[in-house]
């Protein structure tokens, strides 16, 4: 599988919260080929079916979810300018000068840029000042507000920074939507893998909806599943940036993340304690299939892991995933080499699951 050029097509197709169903239809696609069955649920998560070979094995999912952070348009001026609000954990300091895409009510996406103050009539005291992303225009070109809605821009309606793909040298790549859009290509790999060689239990393999937003798209698709077993794929903190080198030890293009502590204390009060019985899966598979696998725990991050081991009974979870620079800018950075590990491990512990796994976590 070239995981690159999925991944290329992937963090081309725009999908704000809300409004993934162009990427759950490619994943639908992409996926049929090696499941059972794949269908979207009435929320638009796509949920593709790998049928195991016997019966009373623990049923698991792995998903990862398929939107992105973005924009809101809140206000559209008399002159043309556009004012929107921000949806999900948006950098404001890359804001100014960035090319954005707007979504009409028809459906299509329109070209934009976040204006910028001209530098030659910036004063000394703005040009080091963060603007926040209210006090922001957004340009299309046009002369008024009626140009505007000419276009079927209205309030409303989402925008996403400009779809970006760069390959950089090696197996890394640059661009927007790298969270998590390395995730939805890693379940195509792990779709390849089980059809090669089907696990015990039935899987489940899930691109989820509003992880930016809200977190619980993906506790509606478990609903659907009721799985026993969950694993969660998503971007970790890269430690390799200037930046994050003293806090944290997981690098790119060192092999796949499990993440063993997410907590995120502010509103949400949440985060994912993981199921240790599957984080001893995790090891064995990954010293079976000789990958190496790095650790990675932090504070003030939240995947949507932490909303599945509330349902049911309770769902034994465990996130996994690929470190990532650059988080939530339009420059995400990825090795694709993670990305491959990632699913190599997931299906190696697909087919480590037996009747004899405990789901107790004591
Ligand atoms: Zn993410």
């Known amino acids: 599988m070239d995981i690159k050029k999925l991944l290329r097509e992937y963090m081309l197709t725009p999908a704000r919260s809300g409004y993934e169903g162009e990427m759950a239809r490619r994943l639908k696609q992409d996926l049929a080929p090696f499941c059972d069955e794949v269908a979207l649920d009435r929320n638009g998560n796509c949920i593709g079916k790998i049928g195991g070979r016997e019966t009373g094995v623990p049923g698991a999912m792995i998903f990862g979810h398929m939107d992105q952070l973005g924009f809101i348009v809140r206000k559209i001026e008399d002159d043309g300018y556009i004012q929107i609000d921000r949806l999900g954990g948006i950098p404001e300091k890359v804001l100014p000068g960035l090319e954005i895409v707007i979504r009409t009510e028809n459906g299509a996406w329109r070209p934009g840029l976040i204006g910028v103050k001209s530098h030659h009539a910036t004063p000394d005291e703005e040009k080091y000042r963060v603007d926040r992303v209210g006090s922001l225009f957004v340009d299309i070109g046009a002369a008024d507000a009626r140009e505007v809605r000419a276009q079927d821009i209205h309030e409303g309606c989402p925008a996403v920074y400009r779809p970006a793909f760069t390959e950089l040298l090696g197996n890394r790549v640059c661009g927007t939507a790298v969270d998590n859009r390395g995730a939805c290509a890693c379940l195509v790999a792990i779709a390849e893998e089980l059809q090669r060689e089907r696990p015990a239990g039935d899987v489940y393999l899930v691109g989820t909806v509003w992880e930016e937003f809200n977190l619980r798209g993906a506790m509606l698709a478990a609903r659907t599943v009721r799985p026993d077993i969950a694993v969660s794929l998503d971007v970790t903190l890269a430690g390799d940036t200037k930046d994050l080198s003293s806090r944290y030890d997981d690098l790119l293009g060192k092999g796949p993340c499990v993440q063993l502590y997410s907590f995120h204390g502010r509103g949400t009060l949440n985060g994912t304690l993981p199921h240790e019985g599957l984080f001893r899966l ?81």
């Open 282 to 362: 995790a090891k064995e598979s990954a010293a079976k299939i000789g990958c190496p696998f790095q650790r990675f725990a932090s504070l003030g991050i939240l995947t949507d892991a932490s909303y599945i081991q509330l349902e049911g009974k309770g769902v034994a979870c465990l996130e996994m995933g690929f470190p990532a620079r650059y988080t939530h800018s339009p420059v995400e950075v990825c090795d694709t080499g993670d990305i491959g590990g990632l699913a190599r491990l997931a299906a190696a512990m697909m087919r480590g699951l037996d009747k004899n796994f405990r789901l107790e976590r004591l």
